[in-house]
Every structure is written in C-alpha cells, then in structure tokens.
C-alpha cells in the first residue's frame, strides 16, 4: 500500500502549469513538525519535501495562502528522471 497521510504547511506554490494532455499542474513544497515517539523517546521531527497536485485540486490548492497548514492525502512516486520521492496529493482538508 502506497498512502501517506501528512499534516503540513505551505511552503512554496509554484505557478500553475499545464501537462501535454492540458491538465492543470501545481508543484508546491510542504513543511511538517512535530514530535513522536520512537524507540521509547521524544523526538522532534521536521521535513521538507515536494509535491504535486494534479486537475482540479491543482486550481483549489493553488488558491490557498503561502504558510497555511493542512491535512494532505496522497502517494508516494519517483518522477521519471528524478531521485526523490513526490507527495502526488488527492486530497487535502483543514487540520
């Protein structure tokens, strides 16, 4: 299974892009912190990472402001010429 469910904020918002077919296309970066639990410790935990959204979530993603937080949903995939993983999103709510 391949689900990754990721409370963040908006980092960056890219412009609004279109793939070959005419697809609306957002590349954004997110930001998570906060603290878990590993190996009986407290442990702080930060990341950054890339991701996608694709259709008509590209457009309502695309609308919400630069350092908002929300709750993400989506998959994990490399693209085809690249070395780190991508969230693809499919949804996303308030936190």
């Known amino acids: ?7 963040a ?7 609004l892009r279109y793939t070959p077919a005419g697809l609306p ?6 930001e998570h912190e906060s603290s878990t639990e ?4 407290a442990r702080q935990v930060k990341a950054a990472l890339k991701a996608v959204a694709l ?10 402001a630069v350092g908002s937080v ?4 989506g998959f994990l995939a490399t693209p085809r010429n690249g070395k ?3 969230l693809h999103i499919q949804e996303f709510q308030q936190d």
């Open 1 to 7: 299974m391949n689900r990754v469910e990721l409370t």
């Open 9 to 15: 904020c908006i980092a960056e918002l890219n412009a």
């Open 25 to 30: 296309a957002l590349d954004l970066r997110l």
């Open 38 to 41: 590993e190996a009986g410790q």
């Open 55 to 64: 259709g008509a979530m590209a457009e309502r993603i695309g609308r919400q």
């Open 70 to 73: 929300w709750r993400f949903t």
């Open 84 to 86: 780190h993983v991508v």
